[in-house]
């Protein structure tokens, strides 16, 4: 298969959560699997040491633009360039109009219970963002990965899907 994985903030310095997530994924399949061809679609950012290519990996920068132009524009259409199988996307989102079967990491619907917008500008943008995409990608995607039996069943209510559309994959320590 030829596989491509949304890690579009991972070449950032201070990484959180998610990037370190995305991170140790393609890092341990790098380890495992010498099989598939995998397409890591990333932001050029400063710490582009952290993944280094392999064989049968290969890093995709694409633009550093807005995350809603780079996720739903730009990400779409070098994932249709390179004729994958299916594109995980892992960070919460993914875009709408993609004609590759999606996998989503969805870590947890935190941003459709909380409404109070007390954030920072940048992160009452990320909620509202959130807020549209998920509701609606969640329908298009084959599979959604999240983090522990407590987050399932969570976005199971939340967002009306069926549990066994949804596979728990714990984070690591």
């Keep these: 298969m030829k596989i491509g994985i949304e ?7 201070n990484k959180h959560g998610m ?29 582009q040491t952290c ?5 049968n990996f290969k890093v995709k920068p694409l633009d550093s633009l807005p995350y809603p132009v780079w996720e739903q524009i730009q990400l779409p259409k070098a994932a249709s360039r390179e004729k994958l199988d ?3 996307c892992t960070a919460n ?5 993609c004609e590759i079967p999606l996998v989503l990491t969805l870590h947890d ?12 500008v940048y992160q009452n943008f990320g909620n509202l963002y959130r807020r549209f995409i998920v509701p609606k990608i969640t329908d298009k995607c084959e599979v959604i ?8 069943q969570r976005i199971a209510e939340e967002l009306n ?13």
Excluded at 7 to 13: L, S, V
Excluded at 51 to 55: I, N, S
Excluded at 145 to 152: D, M, Q
């Design 93 to 97: 989102t993914a875009p709408l109009i």
């Design 19 to 47: 990037e370190m997530v995305a991170l140790e994924l393609i890092r341990h399949l790098q380890v495992i699997d010498s099989v598939n061809d995998y397409v890591i679609f990333v932001s050029e950012d400063v710490d």
């Design 145 to 152: 990965v999240t983090v522990s039996e407590y987050e399932k």
């Design 161 to 173: 899907i069926r549990e066994n559309k949804i596979k728990v994959i714990y984070n690591a320590v």
């Design 51 to 55: 993944l280094t290519e392999t064989g």
């Design 109 to 120: 619907v935190i941003y459709l219970e909380k409404t109070d917008f007390g954030g920072s």
């Design 86 to 88: 299916i594109l995980h």
């Design 7 to 13: 890690a579009q903030r991972i070449f950032r310095r």
